[in-house]
């Protein structure tokens, strides 16, 4: 029977050998935890930047401080919740005042009402707001133009907090003749829309060669 062949026997590895080993196997670990840990920032970095997991910012009420005002004039633009009652002090303005904001050089100030059914933006020359104790009572705003297609096109641009194609008609009919025009003097409610959960009424008025003004009031909840 024939002798199964032996493998030869590996040479011993020297001292100094056998602490290279040592050493290079002692890296392995830290190349491992290396490695996940770039894993894990790479993933961290595309998460981050897809946008998933991250905190939603609140679109809150403007502040009317100085600091807010700053924003609110570089932008134009101004945001107030009126769903529910709204405290002077949550936006920055006294217990007991009467603020105008606006109007804007070559630029239309952008009002967002968010109401029971949503944001309604609408654009217009300036806002006025009303508080007393401790409440925000009224937002008002107001557009100054001239001629008849100037009241009937910022009408319909307001349609959005509620008004209805009635009530323009009614407006319609109730209008003086030439209504607009440098002769036209009148003072006329629109109606109120009920988009926003609150009512708005809506008013124009002409003053003959002075122009028109179409104007909103927006009515908070009180406590």
């Not at 968010?114 to 401790?134: A, L, P, Q, W, Y």
């Amino acid at each position: 029977m024939t002798p199964t062949p032996t493998a030869p026997d590996k040479p011993a590895l020297t001292p100094a050998e056998r602490r290279r080993r040592r050493e290079r196997r002692a890296w392995i670990p830290s190349i491992i935890i290396g490695a996940i840990i770039l894993v894990a920032i790479a993933a961290a970095v595309l998460f981050q930047a897809s946008g998933v997991g991250k905190p939603v910012a609140a679109a809150g009420d403007s502040n009317f401080n100085i600091a807010g005002l700053k924003v609110i004039n570089g932008a134009a633009d101004a945001q107030i919740d009126v769903r529910k009652p709204l405290s002077a002090h949550s936006i920055g303005l006294p217990t007991n005042s009467s603020r105008t904001f606006g109007p804007f050089d070559g630029i239309a100030l952008e009002v967002d009402l968010v109401g029971t059914s949503g944001t309604k933006e609408i654009f217009v020359d300036s806002m006025h707001i009303v508080t007393r104790n401790g409440l925000v009572t009224t937002i008002s705003t107001s557009t100054h133009d001239f001629g008849y297609q100037f009241i009937r096109s910022q009408i319909l641009s307001l349609g959005v907090l509620g008004l209805t194609t009635r009530q323009m008609a009614n407006f319609e009919d109730a209008m003086p003749n030439g209504a607009g025009d440098e002769h036209s003097y009148f003072s006329l409610p629109f109606g109120t829309g009920d988009a926003l959960g609150v009512p708005t009424s809506v008013v124009v008025s002409c003053a003959g060669p002075k122009g028109c003004t179409v104007s909103t009031t927006t009515t908070l909840l009180q406590k």
